[in-house]
Nanobody
Framework: QVQLVESGGGLVQAGGSLRLSCAAS????????MGWFRQAPGKERDFVAA??????????ADSVKGRFTISRDNAKNTETVYLQMNSLKPEDTAVYYC????????????????WGQGTQVTVSS
């Protein structure tokens, strides 16, 4: 079992930055692929970024490549995955979800086993 709690969302002007955090609990956190997804009103939940269990494999959606950076801290008692978001655009506005997957398919939401409650990111123009 993995429990996930996101934080760090908010309102920011276009061109600004935010850093999302996802605090994880569970003894096997370090073995999971971690991903970020986002969902805008009336749209499907889309893949944003993912990171392999060791942090050595990184994956990004084309729409965020070069602007967003995913990272993770597997140290005991501080298990967290981060999403640094720079050069934000109004189209980045969405609820952002953290998720954990025991598998290796990283871009498909239904392949993830655990989800956080989401954090709202709003980018004003």
């Amino acid at each position: 079992q993995v429990q996930l709690v996101e934080s760090g969302g908010g309102l920011v002007q276009a061109g600004g930055s935010l850093r999302l955090s996802c605090a994880a609990s569970g003894r096997t956190f370090s073995t999971y692929t971690m991903g970020w997804f986002r969902q805008a009103p009336g749209k499907e939940r889309d893949f944003v970024a993912a990171i392999g269990w060791s942090g050595g494999s990184l994956y990004y959606a084309d729409s965020v490549k070069g602007r967003f950076t995913i990272s993770r801290d597997n140290a005991k008692n501080t298990e967290t995955v981060y999403l640094q978001m720079n050069s934000l655009k109004p189209e980045d506005t969405a609820v952002y979800y953290c998720a954990a997957s025991a598998g290796v398919v990283v871009r498909t939401a239904r392949r993830y086993d655990y989800w956080g409650q989401g954090t709202q990111v709003t980018v004003s123009s």
